[in-house]
């Protein structure tokens, strides 16, 4: 396989594009994209195939008198475009989400209409007709942003993340780096101070600047995997009258009472109880190591603790078919938690599993269009959307809510319309400025033993970046 492309900044959205039509190693041409600029009438190239087999495809697109900045953006929009139209009429197929290859596809409609490219009420014809998206797929971000009335851009409005990267086992499909709580059970402790020692700063940070908190989620991993007496010390140094206070309690198997009762007496008003699958072969085919008990005695004592409840599925899990996610779902409704948050299984180079393992594409498509008509039926909407690389049938990940149980922190970090403050091993800090439609980030160590070590170095960036 050989692509090139003469702007060497469209590349890679020309090779995102490519793989999710074909595999490396079944793509069957090369690809080579030229284009010229005179004044402000663009013509796009591309040339397929190789030798005498060589096709060649033109288009000439007009573009506005406007920034430099948004006039390479539209470029790259007409580029991609076209690059899909060739790719659909050699492979014969079409993309649920057309010509869009990024992360985040309601962010990029809430853009087109604040920057007054669309009406709200046309963003569903807008994406069928210029980006390929199908009808389905267009009506869903319609909804999600009619569902996304939380979001207040504020620059000192801000939320904040703590990263717990341990879980009990590693699951297969795992792409996160989250380590195995046996290989790192020695350096808990340590791990611990460092981020109280980080938790100390950023409060520094947070009042120097007048921010004002709105959410805390604390991810991971599975942040339960501390036990009740380290949940309180962390817990128990946060402090913060915010509008939403989440806790992944991911793994049903390290939920105790005990633990439950900590997080009340700190605040904690919504967690995540993540099932995947409640076909216990399939738990046990993927190393996830719960039963089905487990989780239903998580969530009834959950709802005694008065939580609001967030439970994951998977569409696509190793092995499964059609009818078994169907029941995953039925259940899912007798138990009826406020939120559920469908998934698309990733195949990434950081899991155990690869794209070969998914055998039945046609029956994850089946998933998650049932999942939504049937959420749909059954009193829930949809209200934040994610996409991944190499996700099957090139789908994507849905978050659903009733009764006006949106999570904060979702919309917020999805949609990037909030700043993050970040702490832990691998998390990520994120300063939005509004006014300025721009967007900074700052990493921390991605392995807690690097952690460990560059603690205060960690802390010194944080403090010269906000």
């Not at 980080?198 to 991810?219: D, F, M, P, Q, T």
Request: aromatic content about 10%; glycine content about 4%; charged content about 25%.
């Amino acid at each position: 396989m050989k692509i090139e492309c003469e702007n060497a900044e469209f590349e890679k959205d020309m090779q995102d594009l490519v793989n999710l039509f074909y595999d490396e190693e079944d793509f069957p041409f090369s690809v080579k994209h030229t284009f010229s600029l005179d004044g402000n009438t663009l013509t796009s190239v591309i040339e397929t195939g190789s030798g005498t087999d060589a096709k060649e495809s033109k288009q000439t697109f007009l573009l506005p008198d406007t920034t430099e900045l948004l006039k390479k953006s539209l470029m790259k929009r007409h580029f991609k475009n076209h690059l899909y139209e060739v790719l659909c009429r050699i492979s014969k197929k079409s993309l649920p989400w057309g010509s869009l290859t990024g992360v985040r596809p309601t962010k990029f409609a809430r853009d087109l209409i604040e920057r007054g490219e669309v009406k709200p009420h046309l963003i569903t014809e807008v994406l069928v007709r210029d980006y390929h998206v199908s009808a389905d797929k267009a009506k869903l971000v319609f909804q999600i942003l009619n569902n996304q009335k939380c979001i207040i851009k504020n620059d000192k409005l801000i939320d904040l993340f703590i990263n717990i990267p341990v879980c009990p086992s590693r699951c297969n499909y795992c792409s996160f780096i989250s380590s195995e709580y046996s290989k790192v059970s020695n350096k808990m402790e340590e791990y611990l101070a460092c981020l109280l020692k980080e938790l100390e700063a950023v409060k520094k940070i947070i009042h120097e600047n007048s921010y004002i908190v709105r959410s805390i989620y604390i991810g991971g991993g599975t942040p339960t995997i501390l036990t009740a007496e380290q949940l309180e010390r962390l817990l128990s140094n946060i402090n913060y009258p915010v509008s939403e206070f989440t806790v992944e309690c991911g793994r049903a198997d390290t939920i105790t009472r005990e633990k439950f009762e900590v997080l009340k007496k700190y605040g904690v008003s919504r967690i995540c109880v993540n099932p995947q699958t409640f076909c216990e072969s399939t738990l046990k085919r993927i190393g996830r190591k719960t039963t089905n008990a487990q989780v239903f005695e998580a969530y009834k004592l959950a709802l005694e603790f008065g939580f609001v409840v967030n439970m994951d599925i998977i569409a696509g899990l190793t092995g499964e078919r059609f009818g078994i996610f169907k029941r995953t779902i039925s259940t899912l409704l007798e138990l009826y938690p406020e939120n559920i948050t469908v998934h698309t299984l990733s195949y990434k180079n950081a899991s155990q599993i690869r794209g070969e393992e998914v055998k039945f594409e046609a029956d994850v498509v089946k998933m998650v269009d049932y999942a939504e008509k049937t959420l749909l039926e059954n009193g829930y909407q949809p209200y934040y959307i994610y996409r991944q690389k190499h996700q099957t049938a090139g789908l994507e990940n849905v978050g659903y809510f009733r009764d006006g149980n949106v999570c904060i922190f979702n919309i917020d970090s999805m949609e990037d319309t909030s700043s993050v403050i970040a702490l832990g091993a691998g998390a990520i800090s994120k300063r939005v400025f509004t006014t300025e439609n721009r967007i900074e980030r700052l990493p921390n160590c991605k392995f807690i033993e690097d952690y460990i070590s560059r603690i205060d170095e960690m802390i010194e960036k944080k403090k010269n970046f906000f």
